[in-house]
């Protein structure tokens, strides 16, 4: 089994950066696709960034602003967030998958992230 434990939220002003990580627990080829999705009040979730061998990818909204990177020996997902807007607020969840072409499977309890005007 795995565990993905998120940390890192918080409340920032618009402009501000924060930095989430995700600890994987668990055989690590389970995590060899992660990824960082966001669900605000009222809304769907969303997918925000994903990480495997082949790269990494962006939702548009966060291209430029968001980097997702993994450290492979302590098996923990980070997203470095900067320039946050208010639309930014959300509950952020890590994911995790065996296989990059299937539906993430594992998720972590989710990290509130603030951003006020």
């Known amino acids: 089994q795995v565990q993905l434990v998120e940390s890192g939220g918080g409340s920032v002003q618009a402009g501000g950066s924060l930095s989430l990580s995700c600890a994987a627990s668990?055989?690590?080829?389970?995590?060899?696709?992660m990824g960082w999705f966001r669900q605000a009040p009222g809304k769907e979730r969303e997918g925000v960034a994903g990480i495997a061998e082949s790269g990494t990818t962006y939702a548009e909204s966060v291209k430029g602003r968001f980097t997702i990177s993994k450290d492979h020996a302590k098996n923990t997902l980070y997203l470095q967030m900067s320039m946050l807007k208010p639309e930014d607020t959300a509950m952020y969840y890590c994911?995790?998958?065996?296989?990059?072409?299937?539906?993430?499977?594992?998720w972590g309890q989710g990290t509130q992230v603030t951003v006020s005007s």
């Open positions: 994911a995790a998958r065996e296989y990059c072409g299937n539906e993430y499977k594992y």
């Open positions: 668990g055989s690590s080829w389970r995590t060899v696709c």
